[in-house]
C-alpha cells in the first residue's frame, strides 16, 4: 500500500542547531510531498509542497526540504532552530486523487 | 483573508448525547474532508465531498454522519458519541482535481465526551 513514514518521533535540538526531520515515501511514482506544522490546539499549517517542479523547495518560517527521488525521501531542514519551531511535523503524500495520506509525526523540541 | 473556521473551538458533550461540529470556507474550494485527531497521532480521513457527492472512508463508524448543504458549510454530526470519540477534529479544503495544492485547514474543534 501507498503510505508514508517519518523516522523517529521525537526529536530534540538545541537552538540554534540544525533541524533534520525525516520523510520517505512507497512509491515507484514519485508523489506530490508536503510538510505540515501544526501547533498545540491548532489546526495544520502548510510549510511547502513538492509537485514536480524544482527537487529543493523553500517554505515558510526559514524552513526547506529536497526531493531525492534515488532514495525515495523528501527530508525537511532547517539550518538555525528557533524556540518557536517547537511543534509537530507532518509528512504527507498525494497520488494524484483528492486524498492526503499522513505520516505518523515527529514533535520536535528546541531546547535553549 | 479567505480561510477555513471550525466552531465551536472547544465543544463537551455528554456521552450518548449528540453533537454538531460545523466547518465554513471562504476559498470556494470544491473539496471539504472531515479528519479525526486523537492525542499523539496522524489525523485519520473520516469522510470528504467532491462538491456535493459524499466520499465516506470504509473503516469510519457509522456513528459518524456528515451534511454538505451549500458549499460553504460542512458538518459532522456524531450521533451517539462514546469516550473514545474524544478528539481533535478537522476539518480541510482543497481544490478539485488532486491536491497538488495541499490542504487548508481549520484550527480544529476538540471535543471531550463526559
Known amino acids: 500500500a501507498q503510505s508514508v513514514t517519518q523516522l523517529g518521533s521525537h526529536v530534540s535540538v538545541s537552538e540554534g542547531a540544525l533541524v533534520l526531520l525525516r520523510c520517505n515515501y512507497s512509491?515507484?511514482?514519485?508523489?506530490?510531498l508536503f510538510w505540515y506544522v501544526q501547533y498545540p490546539n491548532q489546526g495544520l499549517q502548510l510549510l511547502l509542497k513538492?509537485?514536480?517542479?524544482?527537487?529543493l523547495v523553500k517554505g515558510i518560517n526559514g524552513f526547506e526540504a529536497e526531493f531525492k527521488k534515488s532514495e525515495t525521501s523528501f527530508h525537511l531542514t532547517k539550518p538555525s532552530a528557533h524556540m518557536s519551531d517547537a511543534a509537530e511535523y507532518f509528512c504527507?503524500?498525494?497520488?494524484?486523487?483528492?486524498?492526503?495520506?499522513f505520516g505518523t509525526g515527529t514533535r520536535l523540541q528546541v531546547f535553549p | 483573508d479567505a480561510m477555513v473556521i471550525q466552531n465551536p473551538r472547544y465543544q463537551v458533550t455528554q456521552f450518548g448525547k449528540p453533537v454538531t461540529l460545523s466547518c465554513s470556507q471562504t476559498l470556494n474550494h470544491n473539496v471539504m474532508y472531515w479528519y479525526q485527531q486523537k492525542s499523539s497521532q496522524a489525523p485519520k480521513l473520516l469522510f470528504h465531498y467532491y462538491d456535493k457527492d459524499f466520499n465516506n472512508e470504509a473503516d469510519t463508524p457509522d456513528n459518524f454522519q456528515s451534511r454538505r448543504p451549500n458549499t460553504s458549510f460542512c458538518f459532522l454530526d456524531i450521533r451517539s458519541p462514546g469516550l473514545g470519540d474524544a478528539a481533535m477534529y478537522l476539518c480541510a479544503t482543497s481544490k478539485a482535481g488532486g491536491t497538488s495544492y495541499g490542504y487548508t485547514f481549520g484550527s480544529g474543534t476538540r471535543l471531550t465526551v463526559v
Open positions: 513538492y509537485t514536480s517542479a524544482a527537487t
Open positions: 512509491s515507484s511514482v514519485p508523489p506530490y
Open positions: 504527507a503524500v498525494s497520488y494524484y486523487t483528492d486524498k492526503l495520506i
